[in-house]
Nanobody, 115 residues
């Protein structure tokens, strides 16, 4: 059974920072591309950041230069470091794992950017 569990969400002031974590189980973590997506009310789910098993990184245009994705294969955990947060970053953030064997999603964690 595959489980992805996000944590670290919360309320942050504009300009602040936050780190999200996603702990995976039930998969061979190092063989999966890990990603972060987000969905705000009334909007489609969008790519935030992607980390392939080969080490390449990709970011959505709206977060480039502000967010950083990293992974610790020994801990089966992927992180999202968010800096210079804006109100537009308010959304539920989801962890994703994908390989030839399938694609899986976490339950999401709420990030609210507000003063």
């Amino acid at each position: 059974q595959v489980q992805l569990v996000e944590s670290g969400g919360g309320l942050v002031q504009p300009g602040g920072s936050l780190r999200l974590s996603c702990a995976a189980s039930g998969i061979i973590f190092s063989t999966y591309t890990m990603g972060w997506y987000r969905q705000a009310p009334g909007k489609q789910r969008e790519l935030v950041a992607l980390s392939s098993r080969g080490g390449s990184l990709n970011y959505g245009n709206s977060v480039k230069g502000r967010f950083t994705i990293s992974r610790d294969n020994a801990k089966n955990t992927v992180y999202l470091h968010m800096n210079s947060l804006e109100s537009e970053d308010t959304a539920v953030y989801y962890c994703n794992a994908v390989s030839l064997g399938g694609s899986y999603w976490g339950q999401g964690t709420q990030v609210t950017v507000s003063s």
